[in-house]
């Protein structure tokens, strides 16, 4: 009997001991995978599943273009075995972070997958330069191409998992051309003359050439120039002229601007609607990408699918 409760408080001592240890320790054999935004995340948790650690350098729902990397970011991008990042200089001042780290932590940008023809390319304002427009992610297409791209990364991290990873890469595959004819289908309920989408940045330039829509903004393709009244006027010129109706606000930015913008046309006698809010740079409320660019063409559809 003795013996017997002996060998029971060795094992309740061995149970306690185990269930106190870090977290780390139970998954210290996962690679650690930090995304710079919760869309990058979503893709990344989508090839690697629960094989492998991951965070987010950027508050969710927050405008990247206007990132700055803290103290706290610098640690954990060197505690991770890898970053992987939008480019195009969509994450504001984080390329700038990483290249003041160097070599601690390898870091891909997924923009530099992609062919060099499927990129846009913008004028900035101020000085005529050609800058990359970053937000190829709305246009499922070239986001099958990052999907490849990061199930090869993945894979070349970690030989055991290769053929999960891969796996993985083909069911996303499939939902992204389920997602491709779905938004197909409902484009077609707008009538060819209202396919027109204003916001106040170029973010759905990549969305507006795959699927047939002219897309006007106030800014170029990042939020961090300023927005002057010449720029208002210029916009509500071209909106008056194409007889637009229809403004649409973006989940990362106030709605200001394009209130200022909606004020100046009725001013002129051209009034135009809110046809509600985009995701351009965020999934907001959504659970994962599919549902965000679900969201976006439903709410596209239902405003413009009339005058």
């Not at 427009?133 to 709305?138: A, I, M, S």
């Not at 990042?222 to 006027?233: C, G, H, P, V």
Request: hydrophobic share 40%.
């Amino acid at each position: 009997m003795k013996k017997l409760y002996i060998i029971v408080s060795i094992l309740i001592t061995c149970f306690i001991i185990s269930a106190c240890q870090p977290k780390t320790v139970k998954n210290k054999y996962k690679s650690v995978i930090m995304s710079s935004n919760e869309i990058i995340d979503d893709l990344v948790k989508s090839i690697g599943s629960n094989f492998i650690e991951t965070s987010i350098a950027m508050r969710k729902g927050n405008d990247p273009h206007s990132y700055t990397a803290t103290e706290k970011d610098i640690i954990r991008i060197t505690d991770s075995s890898l970053i992987i990042y939008n480019g195009g200089s969509l994450e504001g001042r984080l390329e700038w972070a990483l290249s003041k780290i160097g070599n601690i932590t390898p870091a891909i940008s997924i923009i530099d997958c992609l062919p060099k023809d499927k990129i846009i390319y913008d004028k900035d304002k101020n000085d005529g330069k050609d800058t990359i427009n970053p937000h190829f992610w709305h246009d499922p297409s070239l986001w099958k191409i990052a999907a490849h791209f990061i199930a090869d990364n993945l894979a070349s991290m970690n030989d055991v998992n290769q053929q999960i990873y891969f796996q993985n890469e083909e069911v996303l595959l499939y939902i992204l051309e389920r997602l491709n004819n779905y938004i197909k289908e409902q484009v077609k309920k707008i009538p060819v003359e209202n396919r027109v989408i204003v916001t106040e940045h170029d973010a759905f330039a990549y969305f507006g050439r795959a699927y047939g829509f002219e897309t006007y903004f106030l800014q170029g393709a990042s939020t961090s120039s300023e927005i002057s009244s010449a720029d208002i006027n210029n916009l509500a010129d071209i909106l008056i002229e194409k007889n637009v109706t229809t403004l649409f606000l973006e989940a990362t930015l106030p709605d200001k601007n394009l209130r200022l913008l909606q004020s100046t046309l009725k001013a002129r006698g051209h009034f135009v609607k809110i046809g509600g809010t985009l995701y351009s740079d965020t999934l907001g409320y959504n659970n994962n990408y599919e549902a965000m660019m679900r969201h976006n063409i439903d709410t596209i559809v239902s405003a413009l699918s009339s005058k």
